[in-house]
């Protein structure tokens, strides 16, 4: 009898078995390169880290209750401020001109070139000395210009206004998305009735697309947690370390050599984020 033609409970596992058997094998270097670059990392600077004097030390330095107030700033204002912008620039990108289509192309620019070089960019035009915004103010006024990365409140105001240029397309596209998503009977039936432009957006666009919103905000903010570049490439953590975030507070004292307070400085973060993931988490279970 051919295996084909026997019960089910009585065919041959050994296809299945082969199956497994390369299934795990292909598996296996995935394991590896969590093991070896993602829980080797993270449990070896937890070692570092595991000195209660460490956090100690870190109470002490002023920068570090600079940093940590630098941090919430950078996640409340800057964090909300992007996605707001992203609200209203949804509802105008999702309109059906070709215009707007072409300056959408233009507009989603930042979020897909690297961040490096056009960070970088940015920080040379606003050089007092040869910068191209100081050089065209004196051209234009005979006068200098500030010196714009010198001044704390200035330099973290330019690293939010980098973090909310470089991010808010990714997010302006995702509601894009969540927009397209909703009828347009809806919208259909509200011009019939004479609804306004706030009204559709209050009773048909937010409610259906309130707990998107909050999903990507939340997000939003974990990811700016860890948001290293556009601090640390525009300032350096400068003017005399003022301008510091969690995400970049570490590279400080890496510098001093102490490699114990700079992995401190990452576990202190954790009480910021795990909230932020279980309430995004109890979200998206819903």
């Known amino acids: 009898m051919s295996a084909t033609a026997l019960p089910a409970a009585e065919r041959p596992k050994t296809r299945t078995s082969t199956w497994t058997f390369w299934g795990r094998l292909l598996l296996l270097p995935y394991v590896l390169v969590f093991l070896v670059f993602v829980l080797f990392p993270v449990g070896y600077g937890l070692w ?3 000195d209660p004097q460490n956090y100690v030390k870190l109470a002490q330095d002023p920068i570090f209750f600079r940093t940590v107030v630098n941090t919430l700033i950078f996640i409340i204002v800057a964090v909300n401020l992007k996605m707001l912008l992203a ?15 072409a300056l959408s192309l233009v507009f989603i620019l930042p979020w897909a070139v690297p961040s490096i070089p056009t960070i970088l960019s940015v920080r040379f035009m606003l050089n007092p000395e040869w910068g191209v915004i100081n050089s065209t103010y004196f051209r234009l006024t005979g006068l200098d210009g500030p010196n ?25 596209v995702i509601l894009i998305a969540g927009r397209l998503a909703i009828p347009s009977e809806q919208y259909e ?5 004479g609804a306004t432009r706030w009204q559709k957006f209050r009773f048909i666009s937010w409610p259906a ?8 905000t939340l997000l939003s903010m974990i990811w700016t947690l860890g948001d290293f570049n556009s601090v640390y490439l525009l300032t350096g953590g400068g003017p005399a370390d003022l301008t510091h975030v969690l995400a ?3 590279i400080r004292y ?6 114990e307070l700079a992995m401190a400085s990452i576990v202190v973060a954790l009480p910021l984020v795990l909230p932020l993931v279980a309430v995004m988490m109890k979200r998206l279970s819903k």
């Open 148 to 172: 714009w990365l010198n001044d704390p409140t200035l330099a973290l105001t330019f690293s939010m206004l980098m973090h909310i240029w470089k991010s808010m397309p990714f997010w302006t």
């Open 209 to 216: 697309m309130r707990d998107l919103y909050l999903t990507c």
């Open 48 to 50: 570092l880290a595991r």
């Open 189 to 193: 039936a509200a011009s019939v009735d």
């Open 87 to 101: 609200l209203g620039l949804s509802g105008f990108f999702v309109q059906e001109r070709w215009w707007i289509k």
């Open 248 to 250: 970049t507070l570490g």
């Open 254 to 259: 890496l510098r001093l050599d102490q490699v």
